[in-house]
C-alpha cells in the first residue's frame, strides 16, 4: 500500500506568510522555509513583527480565507486520491487550515498549533512533534506501508529523506542544486508520474 505525503504551502498552496505579508505590506514577513533554514527562529522572528505592528489572529485568518489553492492542486490532488492514500504534513497551523482543507477536499492533515492571549495576538506556537513530518514517514514505513514524499522547502528535506523515495516540487534554484540527488518535478502531471511510478 502506497502513501504519499504532501507538503502544503508551495506544493498545493500558495506561501501563506507571503500573501500575508502583501496584505499588511511588511516585505520581512515575506521570508519562508524557502529562505530559512532554522523554522523557530523564522517563526519567532513572524510573531515579534506581528506583535510589533498590531496584527491579530483574526487578521492573518482574513487573508487566509480570500487565498485559493495553486492552479490544478484540487484536481491533481484528486487523481493522486484515486491512486494512493494521501496526507498533508505541514509546519503551517490548525488555526490557519479552516478555509485551506474546504478548498481542498479535506485530505488528511497533521501539522501544528497557535497560542493566543486574551487580546487575540499570537503568543507563540505548539509544534506537534519535533521533526514531525520525518517522524510522520516513519511511522507510516514502521506500519508496513510504502511512503513516497513531496516538497520544496528546507523544512521538507528530512521528510523526503525519510522516505522511500522523496520528490522536490518546483524547488526554488538553490535548493534543487543542493540537494540535486532527490528527483526534481516541474509542474502537477510530472508530480503524479513520479509519485505513483
Not at 506544493?11 to 496584505?23: K, T
Not at 492542486?73 to 491512486?83: D, V
Not at 513530518?133 to 514505513?141: D, G, I, S, T
Request: charged share 25%; net charge positive; proline share 5%.
Amino acid at each position: 500500500m502506497l502513501v504519499c505525503c504532501l507538503d502544503l504551502e508551495g506544493v498545493l498552496f500558495p506561501e501563506i506568510w507571503i500573501n500575508v505579508a502583501q496584505a499588511v505590506r511588511i516585505k520581512e514577513l515575506r521570508l519562508t522555509t524557502r529562505d530559512v533554514p532554522d523554522y523557530d527562529v523564522l517563526m519567532k522572528r513572524r510573531l515579534w513583527i506581528l506583535r510589533s505592528n498590531r496584527i491579530k489572529l483574526k487578521d492573518v485568518q482574513r487573508v487566509i480565507a480570500r487565498m485559493e489553492p495553486l492552479p490544478g492542486a484540487r484536481s491533481f490532488l484528486e487523481k493522486l486520491r484515486s491512486h494512493s492514500q494521501v496526507v498533508i504534513l505541514s509546519d503551517t497551523y490548525y488555526e490557519f487550515m479552516g478555509p485551506v482543507m474546504k478548498k481542498l477536499g479535506y485530505p488528511p492533515l497533521f501539522c501544528n498549533w497557535l497560542k493566543t492571549n486574551g487580546q487575540g495576538y499570537i503568543a507563540g506556537y505548539c509544534m506537534r512533534q519535533k521533526n514531525g513530518k520525518e517522524k510522520a514517514v516513519k511511522a507510516l514505513k514502521a506500519v508496513g506501508l510504502r511512503v513516497k514524499a513531496a516538497g520544496d522547502s528546507y523544512n521538507d528535506l528530512a521528510m523526503l529523506k525519510a522516505a522511500d523515495e522523496g520528490i522536490l516540487f518546483k524547488p526554488p534554484a538553490h535548493i534543487e542544486k543542493e540537494y540535486s540527488h532527490f528527483r526534481v518535478t516541474k509542474n502537477y502531471p510530472q508530480l503524479l508520474k513520479a509519485l505513483l511510478r
